[in-house]
């Protein structure tokens, strides 16, 4: 294993009280909640891209970061070392998974062939580290986004050698995710959107990006993969408007394909706020259409328009989410993915460490109180005694369709009907989640 990060000790947990900023406050991965551990209702991943790929570049200036494994020898010795990096920094954080692009972890080449070789190769390195280590691949998927070639799209370019290209890559990434025992398997339409509608038939790019999304079903269940395949919504960034707007948006896409029963939703915090949405509505919408799968735990800023994938770090916001999964009975094959990357001032090589305790210890934290929050019952309650009518008879005959619009507007006018006004309790519901998370 590499010695890139020798001067950090192995992250432990400590208790509320440690002063150690190279400790865990909140995360202790054996503690048992509602009859879990942490690590096992929690899952956390950290994310290859933006911890290992990338420099500290951005549109208007050069990388800020060291990155030594960056610079070493051709691209393939690069790959090696970054792996060599990647899990390094995993040991020693505790994460129990990560995940990847194809092209995080190995060079694309020049040539198509060389792609193949290189992912190929690489895979084997993952899985020799997996062996070596025992972390464990959350997702993998394709980058589809980044190379010029789909600038106008992957699935919904225009250019049908494009979507053969974009096909190409997901057919390798997702046997490389079976081969290194991936749970899940990710779709994010980056370039899925378009600039102008001037230039673009809506109707054929989502017809394209149907049939895609169904060889993508039929190769897995080709291969015996046993993960889920997760959607992940953006409304917009890189394009104008993306297909993938929001986790509704995607429901109704995949039931206009007939794939409604085969997909989840991987949801991002910076993208449910991007699309207009809180967290918390995106993660309720998900379980509610029956397509919650798993979560990118990040934060945008709110004075910003833009991605900025921060470190969660608001404890009542994670309160909020963590109670929709524990009330929904958790994770399936999800989990906590870090899709976070240091500010281009974080230089230092504990930084990256420091970031990922800091959202680790949110999390944490945040599922302790909605554990408090689901086991008083007060919500729940409050919310069963809301909508009490809807259990009684009438409400019955009117959801098992046993009574028609005469019959209700009957109904109603026989029992000379007069509902008064109902108070929603927001305040006092706030109160309470309140309560239990400063207590």
């Not at 509320?16 to 865990?24: E, K, V």
């Not at 890559?169 to 779709?187: P, S």
């Not at 993938?244 to 997909?263: C, I, Q, R």
């Not at 833009?306 to 929709?324: A, G, K, R």
Request: one cysteine or more; charged letters at 20%.
């Amino acid at each position: 294993m590499s010695n890139y990060f020798d001067a950090i000790p192995k992250i432990k947990y400590e208790g509320a009280d440690s002063t150690n900023p190279l400790a865990f406050k909140h995360y202790n991965p054996e503690e048992v909640i509602m009859g879990k551990t942490m690590e096992a209702h929690l899952r956390f991943a950290a994310c290859y891209w933006h911890n290992f790929c990338w420099d500290g570049a951005d549109v208007f200036g050069g990388g800020t970061f060291n990155r030594p494994w960056l610079t070493q020898g051709d691209a393939m010795t690069q790959a090696k070392a970054k792996a060599d990096a990647a899990f390094s920094f995993l040991e020693k954080l505790g994460a129990p998974y990560y995940c990847f692009h194809d092209v995080d972890v190995a060079p694309e080449g020049q040539f198509l062939k060389e792609y193949v070789h290189n992912f190929s190769t690489m895979t084997e390195v993952l899985a020799h580290k997996q062996e070596e280590t025992g972390m464990k691949l959350l997702w993998g998927t394709a980058n589809v986004f980044s190379h010029p070639r789909y600038m106008s799209g992957a699935a919904t370019n225009p250019d049908p050698a494009v979507f053969a290209r974009a096909a190409t890559q997901v057919f390798h990434a997702m046997n490389a995710t079976k081969q290194l025992g991936g749970e899940n398997y990710v779709l994010w339409g980056g370039r899925e959107g378009y600039e102008t509608l001037l230039n673009t038939d809506l109707k054929r790019e989502r017809q394209q990006l149907g049939r895609f999304m169904n060889m993508v079903v039929e190769h897995k269940h080709k291969i015996g993969f046993d993960g889920l395949l997760l959607i992940e919504p953006k409304p917009q960034e890189p394009t104008k408007h993306q297909y993938d707007y929001d986790t509704a948006t995607v429901h109704g896409f995949l039931s206009e394909f007939g794939l409604e029963k085969e997909f989840a939703v991987n949801i991002e915090a910076n993208h449910a706020t991007l699309s207009g949405h809180s967290f918390h509505h995106e993660i309720a919408t998900a379980f509610a259409l029956g397509i919650f799968g798993s979560i990118d735990a990040n934060r945008g800023d709110p004075q910003l328009g833009w991605d900025t994938d921060q470190f969660p770090n608001s404890v009542e916001e994670m309160t909020l989410i963590c109670y929709e999964i524990l009330k929904n009975g958790g994770y399936t094959s999800g989990g906590f993915n870090f899709d976070t990357k240091l500010r281009r001032q974080s230089t230092e090589p504990e930084d990256l460490f420091l970031g990922h305790i800091g959202g680790m210890d949110t999390c944490a934290l945040g599922l302790k109180k909605a554990a408090a929050l689901l086991e008083s019952e007060a919500l729940g309650n409050a919310v069963e005694k809301r909508y009490a009518g809807w259990s009684e008879d009438f409400g019955q005959q009117v959801l098992n369709g046993k009574m028609s619009l005469e019959d209700v507007a009957k109904f109603a006018s026989d029992n000379a009907l007069d509902p008064k006004p109902v108070s929603g309790k927001q305040e006092g519901l706030e109160n309470i989640v309140n309560q239990v998370i400063y207590k």
